[in-house]
């Protein structure tokens, strides 16, 4: 089925109307209704109408087209359920669209459920890199000019810090976690795929990201629900693992700088130098609230329940981002104290979505929805 107006073939044929340009660039972005990937399509829809960005999502517990419900109707923004574990249709959308770049986000994220479900992990983050990677190279031929694939990872491949020290791009990988392990694959075969045949490729490792539309799993979405229901805030071990923070947002602006101005066949680090300890950052998101809910001063500390921790759990990330400061001249744009804040009002504004997400209603009514596509 024809989504919503798209150029049919390479030899560009016009089918339907929404398109008329043919000088328009398709850009596809794949994992676009998730979490970071909204953020990146929102920002590229907005910011280069005269690109056609195709957003390429499987639409898994944590994809959601809810997130991009404001820019949908937008003419330059195509959606395209598909799962990049399956090669065939990786393949017909690369026939169906003449992409010039692409940039992979679509990934298996939580940690946690790496350790239950290790399997998944490699299946769509090793298996479906290398399907992007192939489609690619068929679809492109020889003919890299002016072509980027551009894989977003995490810092997660390096390891394990101690207290002291940071993530440089040359860092050695040590990944720990069947994720992180499975991101640590994808960036090897994405290098292996520039040293071999040439694509012209690109590699971000970015810290851990805060933000709006984050599925509330995550630390930072699940500590607020929780506090908002006066539930239980499971922290694990003695909350002393240390994660550097980024606003999603900053992190979208870093891929922007990247796709368009990064050197091929390079990596960069993103992250915000704003390191903290789980169990105060857990501190200041209880604070925060009791704040903006109007609840008496240390109410939601109460609820801090600390418990068994992560099997392997890597104790301290921190980035060093010279690099994309210094050649590409992109620091965050907030302060985390900014950040935080506005995080925490668009959940509380968006509680609709919170339960929706958290329920799975969404989930069931896209799936009907797209069922037959
Ligand atoms: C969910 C949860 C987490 N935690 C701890 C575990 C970590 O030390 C920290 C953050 O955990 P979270 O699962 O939110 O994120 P990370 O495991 O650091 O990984 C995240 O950041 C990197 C860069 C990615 O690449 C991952 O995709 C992303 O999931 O809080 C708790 O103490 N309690 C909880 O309930």
Redo the contacts with the bound molecule.
């Keep these: 089925m024809i989504s919503k107006g798209f150029i049919e073939d390479k030899s560009k044929t016009l089918i339907t109307g929404v398109y008329n340009d043919l000088t328009m660039k398709n850009i596809l972005i794949t994992g676009g209704s998730g979490f970071i990937g909204s953020h990146l399509v929102r920002l590229m829809v907005t910011k280069y109408p005269d690109y056609n960005i195709v957003n390429l999502d499987k639409l898994t517990y944590a994809g959601n087209p809810e997130n991009l419900k404001d820019i949908e109707d937008k003419g330059n923004y195509v959606f395209e359920r598909v799962d990049i574990v399956d090669a065939d249709a990786v393949f017909k959308v690369f026939e169906k669209y003449d992409f010039s770049g692409v940039i992979h986000l679509a990934a298996e994220?939580?940690?946690?459920r790496s350790i239950s479900n290790p399997n998944e992990f490699i299946m769509t983050n090793v298996v479906g890199t290398l399907n992007l990677l192939n489609a690619a190279r068929t679809s492109w031929g020889s003919n890299f000019s002016d072509k980027v694939f551009y894989h977003v990872s995490?810092?997660?491949v390096y390891g394990s810090l101690g207290d002291e020290g940071f993530f440089y791009e040359d860092t050695a990988y040590d990944p720990r976690s069947p994720?992180s392990a499975s991101k640590a694959s994808s960036d090897h075969i994405v290098r292996a795929y520039y040293h071999t045949f040439g694509m012209p490729v690109k590699i971000s490792n970015?810290?851990?990201n805060y933000g709006s539309h984050q599925f509330p799993?995550?630390?930072i979405p699940?500590m607020i629900n929780n506090i908002k229901k006066n539930k239980p805030l499971?922290?694990?071990g003695e909350?002393l693992?240390v994660?550097d923070w980024l606003w999603v947002v900053d992190h979208a602006r870093a891929i922007d700088e990247i796709f368009h101005r990064g050197k091929v066949g390079e990596t960069y680090n993103i992250g915000g130098h704003n390191e903290w300890k789980?169990i105060d950052l857990v501190h200041l998101l209880c604070d925060t609230m009791d704040e903006k809910l109007g609840r008496e001063p240390g109410t939601a500390r109460k609820l801090i329940t600390f418990v068994k921790d992560?099997a392997g759990?890597d104790l301290r990330?921190a980035i060093d981002a010279t690099k994309i400061k210094n050649e590409l001249g992109w620091v965050p744009s907030v302060t985390f104290e900014e950040g935080l804040s506005k995080t925490v009002d668009w959940y509380l504004e968006n509680e609709e979505w919170l339960e929706n997400v958290t329920s799975g209603s969404y989930r069931n009514y896209y799936q009907d929805q797209y069922q037959n596509r």
């Excluded at 994220?109 to 946690?112: C, E, G, T, Y």
């Design positions: 994220s939580h940690v946690d995490t810092d997660e994720y970015c810290s851990n799993e995550k630390l699940l499971p922290v694990y909350g693992n994660r789980n992560r759990h990330y």
